[in-house]
């Protein structure tokens, strides 16, 4: 359903998983984990594997906790792209990185879901891509004891099940349901 044209591909988006953003997040390694076996189906079945790293003033680009947590390696040959706003489409090279792998469709994992994850599903629904959110392969940390991580999550999974716009599709789906062409 995507509206861009000759894009019939689908691509995984990793999106920051690094050693700084997950070291506190809620259920890290179960998170990665299911990370590390979706971009293995991707893998196994074709579909391109993109991988985000985010950095700024608190994550520094090439400091040990900029750096993709040691569970996940990106294989040579996949697209990593580097980014210093929450959407990973802002000035960056993500949309040539997909015209290129031909990709309409992306399904998103990683951190931290009420900032990047968040942002990067509006800007791909934006510009046209149909966008599913595993929702038990992302992950935050708490924001306040009122505000915990669970909440956030289970939040953006709700919110992002019912999200529909014009000629794209949005949604969730568990790791367990993703299918890779």
Not at 40 to 52: D, L
Not at 119 to 144: C, F, K, N, P
Not at 148 to 157: D, R
Request: charged share 20%.
């Amino acid at each position: 359903m995507t509206t861009l044209r000759g894009r019939p591909s689908s691509a995984l988006l990793v999106v920051d998983v690094q050693v700084g953003v997950v070291a506190s997040a809620h259920r890290r390694d179960e998170v990665v984990a299911a990370i590390s076996r979706l971009v293995a189906a991707a893998r196994g079945a074709g579909t391109p594997v993109v991988w985000v790293q985010h950095h700024d003033d608190e994550l520094a680009e090439g400091s040990p906790e900029w750096r993709i947590v040691p569970e996940l390696v990106p294989a040579d040959g996949e697209a990593v792209v580097h980014k210093a706003w929450n959407d990973a489409f802002e000035e960056t090279d993500l949309e040539e990185r997909l015209a290129e792998r031909a990709v309409g469709r992306l399904v998103v994992v990683g951190a931290q879901t009420e900032w990047c994850i968040r942002a990067t599903l509006h800007g791909a629904i934006a510009r046209g891509y149909d966008a599913t959110l595993v929702e038990d392969a992302h992950t935050t940390g708490d924001l306040s004891p009122e505000v915990p991580a669970t909440a956030v999550i289970a939040m953006t999974n709700a919110y992002w099940t019912w999200h529909a716009v014009p000629g794209r599709s949005a949604g969730t789906c568990t790791a367990s349901e993703v299918a890779f062409p």
